[in-house]
């Protein structure tokens, strides 16, 4: 069975750090491209980030870019999401998302991040 | 950026209805849109890729159709295990952009 499960959220103050990981099991994470998308409170969702499945290319929404990071380990099978200099924008839900042989076929739980002073 | 314009943007329904919810793309995305469901405090589940294929486990019930810039998701008669919030997404081309969501509601 395929899982994707999500840490590391929790309540952050504006222009802090935080890093996500996204634990992946029940298939070869080595094959797969990765992506985060978040869904800010009462908000629809919004694509923030893919990764290649070989880690070769990486691609980011504008509103992102030299902010936040995504990354993988595939010894570890666990993808990552680096987020500085953080925002109140940023507050959401974020969730790991397989790419599959088209986009988004398998979702994790989600992990809440506030950013508030 | 690819704008896609969802609508209606919730919608009251009976058990039984047929229900269709529409995305246009701003530019041609070829068949690269899915659909998703999203039950309230759970995480979206695909339910269409590339347009009109029915992702695994998905009931016959839900279809997709379209191509170019117009799509559509259809529940050809409405459970109520069907209430929750539908999203589209193109990923044509990055950024990849979802439509605003429509938010379906029994009657």
């Known amino acids: 069975e395929v899982q994707l499960v999500e840490s590391g959220g929790g309540l952050v103050q504006p222009g802090r750090s935080m890093k996500l990981s996204c634990a992946a099991s029940?298939?070869?994470?080595?094959?797969?491209?990765m992506a985060w998308v978040r869904q800010a409170p009462t908000k629809g969702l919004e694509w923030i980030a893919t990764?290649?499945?070989?880690?070769?290319?990486?691609y980011y929404r504008d509103s992102v870019k030299g902010r936040l990071t995504i990354s993988r380990d595939n010894a570890k099978s666990t993808l990552y999401l680096q987020m500085n200099s953080l925002r109140s924008e940023d507050t959401a839900t974020y969730y790991c998302t397989r790419m599959g042989l088209t986009a988004f076929d398998y979702w994790g739980q989600g992990v809440m991040v506030t950013v508030s002073p | 950026d690819i704008q896609m314009t969802q609508s209606p943007s919730s919608m009251s329904m009976s058990l039984g209805d047929t229900v269709t919810i529409t995305c246009r793309a701003s530019?041609?995305?070829?068949?690269?849109v899915n659909w998703f469901q999203q039950k309230p405090g759970k995480s979206p589940r695909r339910l269409i890729y590339r347009a009109t294929n029915l992702a695994d486990g998905v009931p016959s019930r839900f279809s997709g159709s379209g191509s170019r810039s117009d799509f559509s998701l259809t529940i050809s008669s409405l459970e109520s295990e069907d209430v929750a919030d539908y999203h589209c997404l193109q990923y044509d081309e990055y950024p990849w952009t979802f439509g605003g969501g429509t938010k379906l509601e029994l009657k």
């Open positions: 990764i290649s499945y070989d880690d070769t290319s990486t």
């Open positions: 029940g298939f070869n994470f080595s094959n797969y491209g």
């Open positions: 530019q041609d995305v070829g068949i690269y």
